[in-house]
């Protein structure tokens, strides 16, 4: 049963952006928990790119997009986002959303399917 879906995703080219959205479904809830967003790139591990907080007022980025992504949230709809700007070819990656908050994946509960960004050069 899928409890969170990521959206957003597709192909760009390098310089270009992407929003990323993240919902909860099937009776769960991201309100009262943190989000967290990582990507995994072919033969890579999967790793982290922004945390935020319940509240939303802490947030956290992997230095390698500092500057460039800015996640969201928005407890009213029970959503969040991740805003890509600037996007490199590196950036290419799947990328998941998660219920938790930090850079640990195991600080993570509900993970997404997650969604394919492509970033060409």
């Known amino acids: 049963q899928v409890h969170v879906v990521e959206s957003g995703g597709g192909l760009v080219q390098a310089g270009g952006s992407l929003r990323l959205s993240c919902a909860a479904s099937?009776?769960?809830?991201?309100?009262?928990?943190?989000m967290g967003w990582f990507r995994q790139a072919p033969g890579k591990e999967r790793e982290f790119v922004a945390t935020i907080s319940w509240t939303g007022e802490t947030v956290d980025y992997a230095d390698f997009v500092k500057g460039r992504f800015t996640i969201s949230r928005d407890n009213a709809k029970d959503t969040g986002a991740l805003q890509m700007n600037s996007l490199k070819p590196e950036d290419t990656a799947v990328y998941y959303c998660?219920?938790?908050?930090?850079?640990?994946?195991?600080?993570?509960?509900?993970w997404g399917q997650g969604t394919q960004v492509t970033v060409s050069s």
């Open positions: 099937g009776g769960e809830t991201f309100s009262t928990y943190g």
């Open positions: 998660a219920r938790g908050y930090g850079y640990r994946r195991s600080n993570y509960d509900l």
